[in-house]
């Protein structure tokens, strides 16, 4: 009886340690197309603590921390030049537009503009973190005229394409 009292309690302490809440790396990433204006908003997310061990890498001038504004902007640059998008053949860039941290949450925005108001195709192409998390995952949720699909990237996944 105290054999099975202690191991309940065991396996208690272990599936309540942190390790056991969040066991893999992800983010997601919004990409809103209005096909009235040709807007593009890019919105990515992110966990802070999935984030901030990638800044020795992706900031190495700066501290490992996201109160280190110097790791902000190399964050939002990285995010900037590893990430792509097409719509319908085109390549669409994207430029900056906000960064929000709130306690364990980051949120990086950018926009573009396409000129294309019939899309038909939108091609996704990302890499964050690499070498960094080897479970790392991104979900792509791709919005076009109330219509969302969504593919999922891991380390080294090729370019993915949905269609509307």
């Not at 054999?3 to 990409?31: D, E, F, M, N, W």
């Not at 984030?51 to 964050?75: H, M, T, Y």
């Not at 709130?102 to 000129?115: L, S, Y």
Request: charged share 20%; hydrophobic share 45%; glycine share 8%.
């Amino acid at each position: 009886m105290l054999k099975r009292l202690l191991l309940g309690a065991a396996l208690a302490a272990v599936l309540a340690s942190p390790a056991a809440a969040h066991r893999g790396h992800s983010g997601l990433t919004v990409i809103e197309i209005d096909q009235d204006t040709g807007a593009v908003s890019v919105t990515h997310r992110f966990a802070a603590h999935d984030v901030e061990p990638a800044l020795p890498s992706i900031a190495p001038e700066a501290q490992p921390s996201l109160d280190d504004p110097r790791a902000v902007a190399d964050l939002e640059a990285h995010l900037g030049a590893r990430f792509r998008l097409a719509v319908d053949g085109q390549a669409v860039p994207v430029s900056h537009a906000d960064t929000a941290l709130a306690g364990d949450h980051v949120r990086v925005q950018f926009a573009g503009q396409t000129a294309d108001r019939d899309v038909e195709a939108v091609t996704v192409d990302l890499d964050f973190f690499p070498g960094v998390h080897d479970d790392q995952e991104q979900q792509v949720n791709v919005r076009v005229g109330g219509v969302t699909r969504t593919v999922v990237f891991r380390p080294g996944a090729d370019a993915q394409t949905v269609r509307f």
